[in-house]
Structures are given as C-alpha cells and as structure tokens.
T-cell receptor, first 117, second 112 residues
C-alpha cells in the first residue's frame, strides 16, 4: 500500500524567498507522484507530475519537484515566492495502472503555504 | 477540452435529511470517476470510484452511497445525513489507464 507524508502542515515564507514543501512517499512499486494546489473553497489543480524519465519535473506557476528514489522524496520548490502562491498544497502517489488499483491516488495531509509581504 | 461540473456549490441540510450531489464531466468518454471528502484537518479521503456505468467501488464504510447512471454522471447520495457528513466534497475524473486526476470545484456541505 502507498502512503504519503508531508512534513510541516504549515510553512511560512516571505515574498521573494525560496519555497520548499517536503513530501516523502512509500510505495511497493515504482510510483507516479503528483503535486496539487488548492485555493480556498476551490477544487484541486494539478501543479506537476512525475511518471517516468527525467527526475526533475517542471510545473505551472514556476514550481518544480525532483524525484529522488534513494530518499523516497518528491519535494516541491519555487525559487521566489509570490503572494499568489498562498494556498494549500497536496502531494499524492499512485500505483501504476493495472490490477485493481484503478489509478487511485493516496494524498498527503496537505501543507498550507503562507506568503508574507 | 474537458470540463467537470459539480452542484450545488454549497448546501446546508438538517440532520436526518437526504442528500444528492451531482457531478458531470464533458469532453471525454468513459472516464474514471471519483468522490472525495475533505473534512477539516483530515486531508482528502477517497469515498467512491467508478470505472464504468453501474460500477461503483466503496473505499470506506459510511452513511453515503454513489451511483453512475450515465457515462459522465456521478451522484453521491445519503438517505439520512449525520453531523459527521459535513465537509467539502470533491469529484474528480481521469482517463482510463492513466493516473492523473482532474478535480471539480467542490460542494461545501454543512449538516446542522
């Protein structure tokens, strides 16, 4: 079974500072990994995903994440935070399509990012 | 392009009343469909998923049920709501044989 741990339920940064949101996963098979963002009272929006290939994945809004198999991590970064980045971020893992998984996602508990002016 | 709709956007219901939330997807055929609940401080919980019309799998025992009467329609129901059913309900879809899920705007349910 898969599991996801997001370190830090709340992260606070200053505008222009580096954003680092941590995600560690557990999976019995090579995982597919995702980051989603949720703004208040809205659905989740896909930021980026890793399936195979290049381990550094670039997403929307200047975010990127690096898959590190040896560390079972998929941390999300952005070089310079913007006020509009304030939201809740979810890391998720999926076992590969096939068998009985039906592409289900297991989500972390979420990290709320606050950006100070 | 594909779009996903949920309604209503917000709902306030008394304990013991019935519930029906609807989700529809446009622009794709035979999607996989999912219902999630997001309760305060509890992250995202997968409630049901469906890989086809009439095919529903439940992830957790609860007071809720789901149905898929049409290919692109997914309904979440309850006969009698409990206080613990309050939360933000999200519908999602994915293309069969892929893993990326796309979420709807959600329904905020408050049970009083």
């Amino acid at each position: 079974a898969q599991s996801v741990t997001q370190l830090g339920s709340h992260v606070s940064v200053s505008e222009g500072a580096l954003v680092l949101l941590r995600c560690n996963y557990s999976s019995s098979v090579p995982p597919y990994l995702f980051w989603y963002v949720q703004y208040p009272n809205q659905g989740l929006q896909l930021l980026l995903k890793y399936t195979t290939g290049a381990t550094l994945v670039k997403g929307i809004n200047g975010f990127e994440a690096e898959f590190k198999k040896s560390e079972t991590s998929f941390h999300l970064t952005k070089p310079s935070a913007h006020m509009s980045d304030a939201a809740e971020y979810f890391c998720a893992v999926s076992d590969k399509w096939g068998g009985t998984s039906y592409g289900k996602l297991t989500f972390g508990q979420g990290t709320i990012l606050t950006v100070h002016p | 392009s594909q779009t996903i709709h949920q309604w209503p956007a917000t709902l306030v219901q008394p304990v013991g009343s019935p519930l029906s939330l609807e989700c529809t997807v446009e622009g794709t055929s035979n999607p996989n469909l999912y219902w999630y609940r997001q309760a305060a401080g509890r992250g995202l919980q997968l409630l049901f998923y469906s890989v086809g019309i009439g095919q529903i799998s439940s992830e957790v025992p609860q007071n809720l049920s789901a149905s898929r009467p049409q290919d692109r329609q997914f309904i979440l129901s309850s006969k009698k709501l409990l206080l613990s059913d309050s939360g933000f309900y999200l519908c999602a879809w994915s293309v069969a044989a892929t893993d990326t899920q796309y979420f709807g705007p959600g329904t905020r349910l408050t049970v009083l």
